[in-house]
């Protein structure tokens, strides 16, 4: 597959997202995430993990601070703007969000829509290239043979999968994932994971993920982000997240429920 664009850094200067109920979701949020680092970002729910990755796509609007994505401020960007930083920006969701009833290369090919004529899209009439794109993005994360089946038929391993292949076509300099392993099993779990990982290494694309367990997160975050309550409290390497530290992100001691249950890794 042909290299990504250049992976883009992200600056968070001061961030504050205030939800119109008046819920805190990031408090005061200063950090840099260098271009093609893979970040995991952990806490408890309601800690803001889904909404600091939903803001550096506009998905929330900030209330106060900005954030940078490669050299453009998202603080009240809107319109043509904002669809153009959104273009570069791939974002794999916990619930796949496929269009069922259609073939997984259609649903690859969403991901060129930014560069496509309507018209094209309306009739699917996709340029040779972008279907080469589509199909080369299908092999990275080894489902290419699924491609003309309908989404529906797919298991839930396989459609997360083809979500992450939509968005290697968009051709992103980051890809944001917000919980990608929540509805799968442990074993598939780890298949998803390391496609992210390898897409990383391969391609240099910045990646931020928010997960549930802590041991996803260390294996496979080189960097790991810890909220709580809105609030940055750990912001290092996995490796230097011991007990202490997961209680300063958690209030509480580690427990079963914050690791993935059993450690198969076998393929889907």
Known sequence: MSQAQQAADIAFDHVGVTYPNGFVGLDDITLRIGGGEMVAVVGLSGAGKSTLVRTINGLVPISSGQITVGDVGLKGLRGKGLRTVRSEIGMIFQSFNLAKRTTVINNVLMGRLYHTPAWRALLAAWKRDDVELAMQALERV????????????????????????????????????????????????????????????????????????????RRYGQRLLGLREGRLVFDGPGADADEGVFESIYGRSLTAEDMLPGHQQAAV
């Open 142 to 217: 080894e489902i290419v043979h699924k491609a003309y089946a309908k989404a529906s038929e797919l298991s839930g391993g396989q459609q997360q999968r083809v979500a992450i292949a939509r968005s290697l076509a968009q051709r992103p300099r980051v890809i944001l994932a917000d919980e990608p392993t929540a509805s799968l099993d442990p074993p598939t779990s780890h298949v998803v994971m390391r496609d992210l990982q390898r897409i990383n290494a391969d391609l240099g694309i910045t990646v931020v993920v928010n997960l549930h367990f802590l041991d996803l997160a």
